[in-house]
C-alpha cells in the first residue's frame, strides 16, 4: 500500500497551476497588467480595516451586501435587472464552478464542455467525481452547433460549461449557441457560460447575462480576476435563477467569504469605473496583437479576450524557453504547436514581440 492513501485517480498527479516565476514581463495567466491608483488602495484598506474590528465574529453567511452590490454592477451590463437573489459569489469563479459541480454533479452524473477549453473543468469534475465528456471544436475554435447539440442530447450532462469567450482559445459564443444548448439540455441540467473574460468582448457581441430571462437552466459566471485588476483578491460570482443561488447555498461551506473578502469586495467595485478604466486600451492592445502576429506570418486564433492563441511552431516549448530567457513568461497551453500570451501594457507587448523576433528568426 503507498502512502498517503488517496483516491487512486489522484495519485501521482501534478497540483494545477502556471509556474510563479518572478520575470519583468509577466504575460501568463491573464490578470490585468495595471494595479489600483494610490486613492483606491486606501479605500480597500480603511474598509479592510473596518472588517478587522469584528474579526472575533463569522462574516455575513449570505453575503447580503455584496450580493446586491454586485447585482447593480451586472445590470448596467444588460437592457434588464439583476436581482441581488440572482447573484451569488465565492473564492474566485473557481470555487464558484466548483460548487456548481457540487449540487448539480456528483456520482451518476456528468458533465461536458467542448476541447481546447479550459483545463481546470475536467478536474472540477474529477473532484466531485462527475463524469466529464469533452466534444471538439472546430479548426476555427468555434462550435459547429448541430454537432454540439447531437452531442448533448446523446450524453445527457447535467452541467455543460461554456466558456465564452474561450480560454485558451479567446472564442466567443454567438446568442444563438447558448439559446440551441439551453434548449437541448432543458429542466435536466444546467448550462454554465463563463464570462470570466466576458468584458473584453468586442463591439457587438452581447453578453449572456441578456438571456437570462429566456432561460432558467443557464448560469452566467464572472470574475473580478481578469478586467477587474483583482486577481488577489479572490472573488467570482455568478447570476441565475434565484433557485440556483439556493441550491448552492447547500453546498457552500459556512461563511465561505472572508469578512475581510467581503469588505475588500465591496471597496473594489466602490472603484469600478477606475479599476476597469484600462479595458478598452487592453482590448485595442489585443487587436493590435494580432494584426501584428499575423503580419509576421504567424497564426494568431481570433480573441474577445485579453490573451492571443498564437503558433503554430515545431517546438513550442523551445519558443516558450527561448521568451523566458529574455525575461518574458507567456503561457505553453492549447492544442500542439500552439502558444498564449496574456495582453499586458505597451511596453510589455513591444518586449514580448522582440523577443519573439529574437527566437524565431
Ligand atoms: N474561467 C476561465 C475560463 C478562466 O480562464 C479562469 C482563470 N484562468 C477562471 C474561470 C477562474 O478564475 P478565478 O478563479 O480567478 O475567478
Same mark, same amino acid.
Given at each position: 500500500?503507498?502512502?498517503?492513501?488517496?483516491?487512486?485517480?489522484?495519485?501521482?498527479?501534478?497540483?494545477?497551476?502556471?509556474?510563479?516565476?518572478?520575470?519583468?514581463?509577466?504575460?501568463?495567466?491573464?490578470?490585468?497588467?495595471?494595479?489600483?491608483?494610490?486613492?483606491?488602495?486606501?479605500?480597500?484598506?480603511?474598509?479592510?480595516?473596518?472588517?478587522?474590528?469584528? &474579526?472575533?465574529?463569522?462574516?455575513?453567511?449570505?453575503?447580503?451586501?455584496?450580493?446586491?452590490?454586485?447585482?447593480?454592477?451586472?445590470?448596467?451590463?444588460?437592457?434588464?435587472?439583476?436581482?441581488?437573489?440572482?447573484?451569488?459569489?465565492?473564492?474566485?469563479?473557481?470555487?464558484?464552478?466548483?460548487?456548481?459541480?457540487?449540487?448539480?454533479?456528483?456520482?451518476?452524473?456528468?458533465?461536458?464542455?467542448?476541447?481546447?477549453?479550459?483545463?481546470?473543468?475536467?478536474?472540477?469534475?474529477?473532484?466531485?467525481?462527475?463524469?466529464?465528456?469533452?466534444?471538439?471544436?472546430?479548426?476555427?475554435?468555434?462550435?459547429?452547433?448541430?454537432?454540439?447539440?447531437?452531442?448533448?442530447?446523446?450524453?445527457?450532462?447535467?452541467?455543460?460549461?461554456?466558456?465564452?469567450?474561450?480560454?485558451?482559445?479567446?472564442?466567443?459564443?454567438?446568442?444563438?449557441?447558448?439559446?440551441?444548448?439551453?434548449?437541448?439540455?432543458?429542466?435536466?441540467?444546467?448550462?454554465?457560460?463563463?464570462?470570466?473574460?466576458?468584458?473584453?468582448?468586442?463591439?457587438?457581441?452581447?453578453?449572456? &447575462?441578456?438571456?437570462?430571462?429566456?432561460?432558467?437552466?443557464?448560469?452566467?459566471?464572472?470574475?473580478?480576476?481578469?478586467?477587474?485588476?483583482?486577481?488577489?483578491?479572490?472573488?467570482?460570482?455568478?447570476?441565475?435563477?434565484?433557485?440556483?443561488?439556493?441550491?448552492?447555498?447547500?453546498?457552500?461551506?459556512?461563511?465561505? &467569504?472572508?469578512?475581510?473578502?467581503?469588505?475588500?469586495?465591496?471597496?473594489?467595485?466602490?472603484?469600478?469605473?477606475?479599476?476597469?478604466?484600462?479595458?478598452?486600451?487592453?482590448?485595442?492592445?489585443?487587436?493590435?496583437?494580432?494584426?501584428?502576429?499575423?503580419?509576421?506570418?504567424?497564426?494568431?486564433?481570433?480573441?474577445?479576450?485579453?490573451?492571443? &492563441?498564437?503558433?503554430?511552431?515545431?517546438?513550442?516549448?523551445?519558443?516558450?524557453?527561448?521568451?523566458?530567457?529574455?525575461?518574458?513568461?507567456?503561457?505553453?497551453?492549447?492544442?500542439?504547436?500552439?502558444?498564449?500570451?496574456?495582453?499586458?501594457?505597451?511596453?510589455?507587448?513591444?518586449?514580448?514581440?522582440?523577443?519573439?523576433?529574437?527566437?524565431?528568426?
Amino acid at each position: 500500500m503507498t502512502f498517503p492513501p488517496l483516491r487512486p485517480e489522484l495519485a501521482g498527479i501534478e497540483p494545477y497551476g502556471a509556474p510563479q516565476l518572478d520575470v519583468p514581463v509577466q504575460l501568463n495567466v491573464n490578470e490585468n497588467p495595471y494595479g489600483p491608483s494610490e486613492e483606491c488602495v486606501a479605500d480597500i484598506a480603511a474598509s479592510a480595516a473596518e472588517a478587522a474590528r469584528t &474579526l472575533n465574529r463569522y462574516p455575513d453567511r449570505e453575503l447580503v451586501a455584496l450580493r446586491a452590490a454586485l447585482a447593480s454592477y451586472l445590470s448596467g451590463d444588460v437592457a434588464g435587472e439583476i436581482a441581488p437573489e440572482q447573484v451569488w459569489a465565492a473564492n474566485g469563479s473557481n470555487e464558484v464552478m466548483l460548487q456548481l459541480l457540487q449540487a448539480f454533479g456528483g456520482p451518476g452524473r456528468t458533465a461536458l464542455s467542448f476541447a481546447p477549453t479550459y483545463s481546470m473543468y475536467p478536474e472540477y469534475a474529477r473532484d466531485t467525481m462527475t463524469a466529464w465528456v469533452a466534444g471538439r471544436r472546430e479548426d476555427d475554435f468555434s462550435l459547429d452547433l448541430d454537432r454540439a447539440r447531437a452531442l448533448v442530447e446523446d450524453v445527457r450532462p447535467h452541467v455543460v460549461l461554456l466558456p465564452s469567450p474561450n480560454n485558451p482559445t479567446g472564442t466567443a459564443l454567438p446568442p444563438s449557441a447558448v439559446d440551441e444548448l439551453c434548449g437541448a439540455v432543458g429542466d435536466s441540467g444546467i448550462v454554465v457560460v463563463d464570462e470570466a473574460y466576458g468584458e473584453f468582448r468586442r463591439t457587438g457581441v452581447p453578453s449572456a &447575462l441578456e438571456q437570462l430571462p429566456a432561460h432558467r437552466n443557464l448560469v452566467v459566471t464572472r470574475t473580478m480576476s481578469k478586467a477587474f485588476a483583482a486577481a488577489g483578491l479572490r472573488l467570482g460570482y455568478l447570476a441565475a435563477d434565484p433557485a440556483i443561488c439556493d441550491a448552492i447555498r447547500v453546498v457552500r461551506l459556512p461563511y465561505h &467569504l472572508s469578512a475581510v473578502t467581503q469588505a475588500t469586495a465591496l471597496a473594489a467595485l466602490r472603484h469600478a469605473a477606475e479599476l476597469l478604466g484600462k479595458v478598452d486600451e487592453l482590448r485595442a492592445e489585443r487587436d493590435r496583437t494580432v494584426d501584428w502576429l499575423r503580419d509576421q506570418g504567424f497564426e494568431a486564433a481570433d480573441s474577445d479576450a485579453n490573451f492571443v &492563441l498564437f503558433g503554430r511552431f515545431e517546438d513550442r516549448h523551445a519558443v516558450w524557453k527561448g521568451l523566458l530567457d529574455r525575461g518574458v513568461l507567456i503561457r505553453e497551453t492549447g492544442p500542439d504547436g500552439w502558444l498564449r500570451v496574456s495582453i499586458g501594457t505597451g511596453d510589455e507587448m513591444i518586449a514580448f514581440q522582440k523577443a519573439l523576433m529574437e527566437v524565431t528568426t
